[in-house]
């Protein structure tokens, strides 16, 4: 992020999604975050799997809102003033390759920012289960999110 360190932007961005009411409720942890790359975490718990046929996989709607919010974050942290900037969505596509089983972790890169849209691609993995396995991708994604610049 223009004009901040890792750490401080880690910190400011965690402390918007602990005042946001759906990504607190969802847990979501900040993990890295600079410029143009954003990783988010969101926790597995059962309130958040699906019921029935799938019986504790996580919902998908769950994986779409981390890459939706990765991808928005990382294009936000790609700007000049990525404090006094906002981003909307306005085309998100995601495609799940399995069933999620655990801890979401979401890596955002930015492809690019123009003077009012920016785009950002997105994998969603599941953590390794032992030491000298390899996480699991169980989503991709790709957003455009329309860029509000103070600059």
Do not use: C
Not at 59 to 81: M, N, Q, Y
Not at 120 to 143: F, H, K, L, N, Y
Request: proline share 5%; charged share 25%; no cysteine.
């Amino acid at each position: 992020m223009t004009g901040f360190d890792a750490d401080d932007a880690a910190a400011l961005i965690q402390s918007y999604v602990d005042d946001h009411g759906l990504l607190s409720f969802l847990g979501v942890s900040v993990e890295d975050a600079s410029d143009g790359e954003m990783r988010l975490r969101i926790p597995y718990h059962e309130k958040l799997t699906n019921h029935g046929p799938g019986e504790g996989d996580v919902h998908g709607g769950i994986a779409a809102t981390l890459i939706d919010t990765a991808g928005g974050l990382a294009v936000r942290s790609a700007l000049p003033k990525p404090v006094a900037a906002n981003v909307a969505t306005i085309d998100l596509n995601v495609s799940y390759l399995r069933p999620a089983r655990g801890d979401l972790i979401a890596d955002a890169s930015v492809v690019r920012v123009g003077s009012t849209v920016g785009v950002a691609e997105i994998s969603v993995v599941t953590p390794a289960d032992t030491a000298d396995a390899e996480p699991t991708e169980v989503a991709v994604g790709r957003g455009s999110f329309r860029v509000f610049r103070d600059d």
